[in-house]
């Protein structure tokens, strides 16, 4: 699924640059904006639109995948050029690869609709929430999976304390970390405190790397380097 960096979504072809920005329309949503950038054959795709295509190729992604190890995934969908460094891209790909990861280890779920919540609520996260508001989205993204798995509602008895007691363990071991914030160190966390969770809650065993070892630092001016669990050296 690797494509290649600044080529046009629309039509694949290599970006070009302009001297003076130029007000442009959006191929995608219409919208008009002063750009410098458009693709050789003229299209322009705003910065909205073009961080909605990370999650569209993590849902694509997690549709086809029979893997049972979400770290595995999300190391594999980070290799997506529309998947940033740091990004609330993040917010869907933690949940949407453990719902993948648990349908593939026998849990019960229909996951062409299951992914279809995860990318809603999911999207509707904001980025920087880990610092203003003291709650990691990769948190809230494993507690979205607890949920949508456990088919749980705010009227729900015993899952609901389950899918809120999943965010707070995944919470729990993401600030003990430290920061700054890191969305690769916060998926990779989660995801594990969930695999661990849903062990333990649902009888669902899914499978992790024996290491998981970061590709990302050179990318991360912010790395915590050896503070960092999954720092490869
Ligand atoms: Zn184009
Ligand atoms: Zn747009």
């Not at 600044?6 to 750009?35: D, N, T, W």
């Not at 909205?48 to 997690?62: L, S």
């Not at 919470?171 to 160190?185: A, E, F, M, N, T």
């Amino acid at each position: 699924m690797k494509k290649e960096e600044g080529a046009c979504l629309v039509c694949g072809r290599p970006l070009v640059y302009f001297e003076k920005a130029q007000e442009m329309e959006c191929a995608i949503c219409h919208g008009k904006f002063r750009s410098c950038a458009s693709c050789e054959a003229g299209h322009f795709v705003c910065d909205r639109c073009h961080g909605e295509q990370g999650i569209r190729d993590v849902i694509a992604y997690c549709m086809q995948s029979s893997s049972r190890d979400p770290v595995a995934m999300m190391q594999e969908m980070m290799e997506d050029p529309y998947i940033h460094m740091h990004g609330p891209e993040h917010h869907v790909m933690v949940g949407a690869a453990l719902l993948c990861a648990y349908r593939n280890s026998g849990g019960e779920i229909e996951l062409e609709e299951a992914l279809g919540k995860m990318k809603e609520r999911g999207a509707k996260y904001p980025g920087g929430s880990c610092g203003y508001w003291g709650c990691c989205g990769a948190a809230v993204s494993a507690g979205m999976f607890l949920s949508i798995a456990t088919g749980t509602t705010p009227l729900s008895g015993e899952s609901w304390g389950l899918s809120n007691q999943m965010t707070a363990e995944a919470l729990s071991d993401i600030g003990r970390i430290g920061g700054p914030r890191c969305c690769k160190r916060n998926a990779f966390t989660a995801a594990k405190a969930a695999v661990r969770f849903a062990q333990e809650h649902l009888g669902v065993v899914m499978e992790l790397p024996a290491a998981i070892r970061c590709t990302h630092s050179p990318q991360n001016r912010q790395c915590l380097k050896t503070h960092c669990p999954y720092f490869a050296g």
